[in-house]
């Protein structure tokens, strides 16, 4: 049984930070690239960021590469996603996604290719 808990969302003001938490139940968790996507009101999920398992190689999407950043602690089976000089355009239901099967590479930025899913956390930023 795998099972993701993310964990850090809330209600903050343009230009403030949030450092969300993904803790995962998997004892395969040190082999797998773990993503964060997120759901805008209205829209359909899209991909943020995700790390590979050695956290040595990590893709984002273009409108969060030079405020976000992912790490993992591998000790403590948690992917985190620190955020930073935040927008409204960054409210959204933010979701951690784990895959060990697809390999590492560009694919990866599709969301749909996750097989397991947490349950989310809100992130409002207000203007």
């Known amino acids: 049984q795998v099972q993701l808990v993310e964990s850090g969302g809330g209600l903050v003001r343009a230009g403030d930070s949030l450092k969300l938490s993904c803790t995962v139940s998997s004892r395969t968790f040190n082999k797998s690239s773990l993503a964060w996507v997120r759901q805008p009101p209205g829209r359909e999920r899209e991909f943020v960021g995700v790390i590979n398992w050695s956290a040595t190689d990590t893709y984002y999407r273009d409108s969060v590469k030079d405020r976000f950043t992912l790490s993992r602690d591998n000790a403590k089976n948690t992917v985190y996603l620190q955020m930073n000089n935040l927008t409204p355009d960054d409210t959204a239901r933010y979701y951690c996604?784990?895959?060990?099967?697809?390999?590492?590479?560009?694919?990866?930025?599709?969301?749909?290719?996750?097989?397991?899913w947490g349950q989310g956390t809100q992130v409002t930023v207000s203007s």
């Open positions: 996604g784990a895959d060990w099967t697809a390999g590492w590479g560009p694919w990866l930025k599709n969301w749909k290719v996750y097989r397991y």
